[in-house]
């Protein structure tokens, strides 16, 4: 056998390694991240917990998550103006360092309208079967905590005035990064303004 049908048959088999070997999984270090969201604090403050309300808290939110949302927004699948270029210098390793340090930050709770409560209960634990609507429960956990490893976000204690934004932004189709499913974009559709009102009012006091 000649060296070069030998050379070849090394480099397929090289080759083949590396395709069963599959992607390459990068994994977050919470202890680099923090040195790298100092950028990220004027607005979601230093631990994550943003103290103005149309920006959201970060801190306790999944990982996976937060890492496909960096992600989206970096390569513009996910339209934030606030956070335009922001991301641009910052590597695969670098967004999964961040989204690591915030998802082991401990989020804080805020509260609901005691007006909106009764609603907003019913719409996130039992949907409205006139409108089609599942309950939120289904993906965001009884308590909001989410699925961290299907990637559903924790929505327990977020800002009203953010949820209300993501989901208006949603139902109107200005916010599309919720997969080929469309999920978010189908339920929102099926949300009147008071139905969003009363739903975003009663997560920030969801914990």
């Known amino acids: 056998m000649n060296k070069l049908l030998v050379s070849l048959l090394l480099s397929v088999g090289i080759t083949g390694a590396a395709n069963a070997a599959g992607p390459v999984v990068i994994v977050g270090d919470a202890a680099a991240g923090q040195a790298k969201t100092a950028v990220c604090g004027a607005c979601h403050n230093p631990d994550g917990n943003s103290l103005a309300p149309n920006f959201p808290k970060l801190a306790g939110q999944g990982e996976k998550y937060l890492t496909k949302q960096l992600h989206d927004i970096q390569s513009g699948k996910r339209t934030v103006l606030e956070m335009t270029g922001m991301l641009a210098a910052f590597s695969e390793q670098d967004l ?28 996130f634990r039992g949907g409205d079967l006139s409108k089609g609507l599942p309950a939120c429960t289904g993906c965001h956990s009884p308590n909001g905590a989410g699925n961290a490893a299907a990637g559903f976000p924790h929505l327990g204690g977020q800002h009203a005035d953010y949820t209300k934004k993501q989901l208006t932004a949603f139902r109107e189709g200005e916010r599309t990064n919720d997969g080929d499913a469309t999920t978010m974009r189908t339920i929102a559709s099926k949300l009147s303004n008071k139905d969003i009102e009363a739903l975003s009012s009663y997560i920030q006091g969801l914990h």
């Not at 401990?106 to 719409?123: D, F, I, Q, T």
């Open 96 to 123: 999964a360092d961040i989204a690591a340090y915030f998802a082991s930050q401990k989020g804080s709770v805020g509260a609901a309208n005691p007006e909106l409560v009764a609603r907003g209960e019913a719409l």
